[in-house]
């Protein structure tokens, strides 16, 4: 999918949400654990129920891999229920020397035909650029992320006082353009996410941390859309867990039509 076609989905759905696939044998509802494969039909009904309102999909790959052969399974089956017209992320989180980065880039673009998927940046450019090789495919690299750990390394000053994901902003934007890279920028970051915009103003930022990690879905309008919306958010928990009892989907529905109307008011204040 193109930037220009994932900016006329969010105008046409007026969302920027992206509902991530968590699913967790531990706390789906204990009566989808009798069929065949829980995880799938769980999935499909979330699916089902939120794509109204989404413009993509993120299943966190260790959720499926987590459960073997089977799962990798699942993983390709779940995949192939998403409309064609939304995006979708492998959020997978892979990197290695080039030659590793290459297959990884061909088992998610080719063999399970995902748009895009997040890439770490820690082991530098030949880590990175060969998922950028691919067509209409993109790298979602980690620049901020929503967790504690970020302050570890992500915001170590240099000598400088440059914070560490400000030189992984800077540097990657040699490696690809706002046509195939995107960055994770974690909800939580408040008002960071108006630094990391004006350093990467075209780019579209996945943002994880509304709903269960308590990032605010106005402060990362307010601070990091742009012209093209240049935002997805993305919420798991906060909707597929919204009722772990037989009426899950349509909570999940309920949840996701929360956040889409919410967004719809956002896209009119800010684009
Ligand atoms: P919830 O907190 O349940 O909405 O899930 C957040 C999802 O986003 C999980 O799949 C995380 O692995 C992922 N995530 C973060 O939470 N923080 C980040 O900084 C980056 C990601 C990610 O790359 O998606």
Redesign the pocket.
């Given at each position: 999918m193109t930037r220009a076609e994932l900016f006329s989905q969010i105008q046409k759905k007026s969302s920027f949400l992206c509902v991530?696939l968590?699913p967790d044998l531990e706390k789906i509802p204990a009566h989808l654990l009798s069929e065949p494969d829980p995880i799938f039909s769980f999935c499909k009904q979330i699916i089902e129920e939120t794509a109204d309102f989404a413009v993509a999909y993120?299943p966190?790959i260790?959720f499926f891999e987590a459960l073997g052969a089977k799962g990798w399974e699942t993983l390709a089956k779940v995949t192939e229920l998403i409309p064609k017209d939304i995006f979708t992320?492998a959020?997978a989180?892979r990197g290695d020397i080039g030659n590793t980065s290459k297959l990884y880039a061909k088992a998610f673009f080719e063999s399970m035909n995902f748009d895009s998927i997040?890439v770490a940046p820690y082991m530098g450019k030949d880590s990175v650029t060969p998922f950028l090789e691919f067509e209409n495919k993109w790298v979602?690299l980690?620049a901020?992320?929503?967790?504690i750990g970020?302050l570890d390394f992500q915001l170590i000053e240099d000598q400088n006082g440059k914070p560490l994901y400000q030189s992984v902003l800077e540097k990657s934007q040699e490696w690809g353009s706002p046509e195939n890279l995107m960055y994770?920028v974690?909800a939580t970051r408040g008002e960071l996410i108006g630094e990391v915009r004006k350093l990467a103003p075209d780019h579209f930022f996945?943002v994880?941390?509304?709903?269960?990690?308590g990032g605010s879905l106005s402060e990362v309008a307010k601070y990091g859309m742009n012209s093209t919306c240049g935002l997805l958010v993305?919420?798991?928990?906060?909707i597929i867990y919204a009722s772990g009892e037989k009426d899950f989907g349509k909570a999940a529905r309920k949840e996701a039509q929360m956040l889409q109307e919410e967004m719809k008011v956002l896209l009119e204040k800010y684009l």
């Open positions: 991530g968590d993120k966190n260790a992320i959020d989180k997040t979602i980690l901020l992320t929503s967790n970020s994770v974690g996945l994880p941390g509304v709903g269960a990690q993305n919420s798991s928990r906060g």
